[in-house]
């Protein structure tokens, strides 16, 4: 069974799809772990709610972020999994951790990759009145919101919607997405070549998929 380790920060809404997921034996993995940065994390909760082990590893405990960075892969590696998963894990991380976990980290971001890396993603998509909005489930490389693309998950932008409206659209993609991707790496059936995703072997239309919700 794969196992899987998750990166929290907060709310861990994506997790909770995970958990529900599995619970429901639709996802085939095994949730060793869940890590938070911050002790407050609801997430936190979520997992201790479904029995997962759970770690807390302040970045406010370390001078650096080399020293962090550093205790986290070490907590990691103790729980030997296939996968980490980043679900709004809020740090920046090392381009010597990223190397560590090459092409078993994955991130989603809440925009079309390449457009909109960063934060405030719905609101600057509103405002540069963009037709379409979605999130990004890649493989993380050293730079930020960057990497080959798993699958993205796309909405129309409604004309008038407030950002608020529309993140919430987006984390309904993120919930059903960010599992099918994960259950894809368990499946084996993902390969990168040449800095793209292959699904099966190649490029496949699941891996944009558009919604009306
Ligand atoms: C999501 O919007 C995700 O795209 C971003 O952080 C948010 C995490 O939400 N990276 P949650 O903690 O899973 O509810």
């Given at each position: 069974?794969?196992?899987?380790?998750?990166?929290?920060?907060?709310?861990?809404?994506?997790?909770?799809?995970?958990?529900?997921?599995?619970?429901?034996?639709?996802?085939?993995?095994?949730?060793?772990?869940?890590?938070?940065?911050?002790?407050?994390?609801?997430?936190?909760?979520?997992?201790?709610?479904?029995?997962?082990?759970?770690?807390?590893?302040?970045?406010?405990?370390?001078?650096?972020?080399?020293?962090?960075?550093?205790?986290?892969?070490?907590?990691?590696?103790?729980?030997?999994?296939?996968?980490?998963?980043?679900?709004?894990?809020m740090?920046?991380?090392?381009?010597?951790?990223?190397?560590?976990?090459?092409?078993?980290?994955?991130?989603?971001h809440p925009a079309?990759?390449?457009k909109f890396p960063g934060t405030d993603t719905h609101q600057r998509a509103i405002n540069a009145?963009e037709?379409?909005h979605?999130?990004?489930?890649?493989?993380?490389?050293?730079?930020v919101d960057?990497?080959?693309?798993?699958?993205?998950?796309?909405?129309?932008?409604?004309?008038?919607?407030s950002a608020e409206?529309l993140q919430?659209?987006v984390?309904?993609?993120?919930?059903?997405?960010?599992?099918?991707?994960?259950?894809?790496?368990?499946?084996?059936?993902?390969?990168?070549?040449?800095?793209?995703?292959?699904?099966?072997?190649?490029?496949?239309?699941?891996?944009?998929?558009?919604?009306?919700?």
């Amino acid at each position: 069974m794969t196992r899987a380790v998750v990166l929290i920060s907060g709310s861990g809404s994506n997790l909770q799809a995970f958990i529900d997921q599995v619970d429901q034996g639709e996802l085939p993995i095994d949730l060793s772990l869940v890590v938070s940065n911050n002790p407050d994390a609801y997430g936190l909760t979520r997992a201790q709610q479904a029995g997962i082990d759970t770690a807390c590893i302040n970045h406010r405990d370390f001078d650096s972020r080399e020293e962090f960075d550093q205790a986290l892969l070490d907590r990691i590696d103790m729980a030997e999994p296939d996968i980490v998963i980043l679900a709004g894990f809020m740090r920046i991380l090392t381009a010597e951790f990223v190397h560590h976990f090459e092409n078993r980290l994955v991130n989603i971001h809440p925009a079309l990759l390449p457009k909109f890396p960063g934060t405030d993603t719905h609101q600057r998509a509103i405002n540069a009145g963009e037709h379409w909005h979605g999130a990004t489930i890649h493989f993380v490389v050293p730079e930020v919101d960057a990497g080959p693309i798993i699958l993205q998950g796309r909405i129309q932008v409604r004309r008038g919607e407030s950002a608020e409206q529309l993140q919430q659209r987006v984390h309904k993609i993120e919930h059903r997405l960010y599992p099918l991707a994960v259950k894809w790496f368990a499946e084996g059936r993902l390969t990168v070549r040449d800095d793209a995703v292959l699904l099966d072997n190649e490029r496949s239309a699941m891996q944009l998929q558009s919604f009306d919700l």
